[in-house]
């Protein structure tokens, strides 16, 4: 009788543990508007998490505004030392900290890790007189003003993309007329309207309407040509750039080393989980998967990599 109900206990023990695990809870902000990239990351992030039995319970909270960092500064003020809350972000972030020369940086969050990559897509409605992305090239090279490209958040991947391809080109960065927009389908109306020149963002915010033939895919800014994509590469168009968005997730100010420890093998779980690498291959989004002292190293040489950037393209002073 006693090692039943002992084994009844055990079994009871694991099954509450079980439970516990399945309620447990974050909430995630989206520090951007929905439909865009952060938003896209942080619902499949939600929904991943809870078919895999990461957690019971995940909220996405969108906070948009200022590139990312208007959300990154109502998490850091509100959210400290709370294990449940996170954050995703990446490059569109660090540029626009430095670009608005916040108060506050990346500094001031648990880096916990880079999740994925997405390379740069250069387009123009289908009704563009540039064909080829030398049609581009050439009428920025006449008139760098007269050629307006759409994108996200001043400073951001699409900007900094924008002033690369420029200086690659031979035309002042600083003479590019970039139209920033807070979301991806503002950017995308302006260009599906024809009310820009070109557009740059994740091939991913433009994919669908490639597809239908409403936009025209003129380059990628990857080092290689991408299987199933249909274009070249700036680099092999002659202009020696090559830029990848990158997306990562972040926790509260003034966790513990062991709340981190458990929020990073959490994160880890959903990244592994056949969820997460379903969304991947349906997202075209590339696995970049580094956490630990690594990311922590890699996000600090991005920093300062995209600095130096910024400052060529003149968005940030000496």
Request: charged share 15%.
């Amino acid at each position: 009788m006693l090692k039943r109900l002992l084994g009844a206990a055990l079994i009871a023990g694991i099954t509450a543990t079980g439970a516990l695990a399945q309620t447990e809870s974050y909430t995630i902000i989206a520090p951007a508007a929905p439909g865009g990239g952060w938003d896209q990351t942080a619902r499949t992030m939600q929904t991943a998490m809870q078919e895999a039995g990461v957690a019971g319970n995940v909220q996405v909270v969108n906070v948009p505004g200022a590139g990312g960092t208007i959300g990154l500064a109502q998490f850091i003020s509100q959210s400290s030392g709370d294990p449940s809350a996170l954050i995703v972000g990446g490059y569109v972030m660090v540029g626009a900290i430095l670009t608005n020369n916040a108060p506050y940086s990346l500094d001031d969050v648990t880096p916990i890790a880079r999740l994925t990559g997405e390379y740069e897509a250069i387009v123009v409605p289908a009704a563009s007189p540039f064909q080829t992305i030398d049609d581009l090239v050439a009428a920025m090279k006449a008139d760098p003003g007269a050629v307006a490209i759409a994108g996200g958040s001043a400073g951001g991947t699409d900007h900094i993309a924008a002033g690369l391809l420029a200086e690659a080109a031979g035309v002042d960065p600083k003479q590019v007329n970039y139209i920033a927009f807070s979301g991806g389908g503002e950017a995308l109306a302006a260009i599906l309207g024809q009310q820009v020149a070109a557009g740059i963002s994740g091939y991913g915010e433009f994919e669908s309407q490639i597809a239908s033939g409403t936009l025209r895919l003129l380059a990628m800014t990857s080092e290689e040509p991408i299987e199933g994509i249909d274009a070249p590469t700036l680099k092999s168009s002659g202009l020696d750039v090559v830029i990848q968005n990158w997306r990562m997730v972040a926790a509260a100010p003034g966790i513990t080393d062991e709340q981190k420890a458990q929020i990073t093998a959490d994160i880890e779980k959903m990244v592994k989980s056949e969820q997460w690498q379903e969304a991947l291959e349906r997202n075209g989004w590339e696995d970049t998967y580094l956490s630990g002292d690594a990311f922590t190293a890699q996000l600090a040489e991005d920093v300062e990599t995209t600095r130096a950037i910024l400052k060529t393209i003149g968005l940030v002073q000496e």
